[in-house]
């Protein structure tokens, strides 16, 4: 499977962006997609994930409120919709996919598809 991430760029505090992931191939419905995160000097992080089939949906708690997942079956696409941007949301944010994720679903080594990374930058 290959992800293929789009979306991203520069813009201004409080101001909106999507980025976009779409797989090569239709995932198993019980497949996990989701989005982390790793601004310069920090750790990546866990942003927000979708369950493939049933959509169910996580946010870390720096983004819930202000991002949201949504789905495009007929695309094999899912969107973060990121609202409200703060300075702190600067960072290359990267799709992955994985099967087999449970609760494990904020620790990158769940994942075994990753897409390339695409920065974001919020300017104040």
């Known amino acids: 499977v290959q992800l293929q991430a789009s979306g991203g760029g520069l813009v201004q505090a409080g101001g909106s962006l999507r980025l976009s992931c779409s797989a090569s191939?239709?995932?198993?419905?019980?497949?996990?997609m989701g989005w982390f995160r790793q601004a310069p000097g920090k750790e990546r992080e866990f942003v927000g994930g979708?369950?493939?089939?049933?959509?169910?949906?996580h946010y870390d708690n720096s983004v819930k409120g202000r991002f949201t997942i949504t789905r495009d079956n007929a695309k094999n696409t899912r969107y973060l919709q990121m609202n409200s941007l703060q300075d702190e949301d600067t960072a290359v944010y990267y799709c992955?996919?994985?099967?087999?994720?449970?609760?494990?679903?904020?620790?990158?080594?769940?994942?075994?598809?990753w897409g390339k990374g695409t920065q974001v930058t919020v300017s104040s």
């Open positions: 992955v996919l994985g099967n087999g994720v449970s609760n494990n679903y904020m620790r990158p080594g769940a994942y075994k598809y």
């Open positions: 191939e239709r995932p198993y419905s019980s497949s996990y």
């Open positions: 979708i369950r493939w089939g049933s959509g169910v949906t």
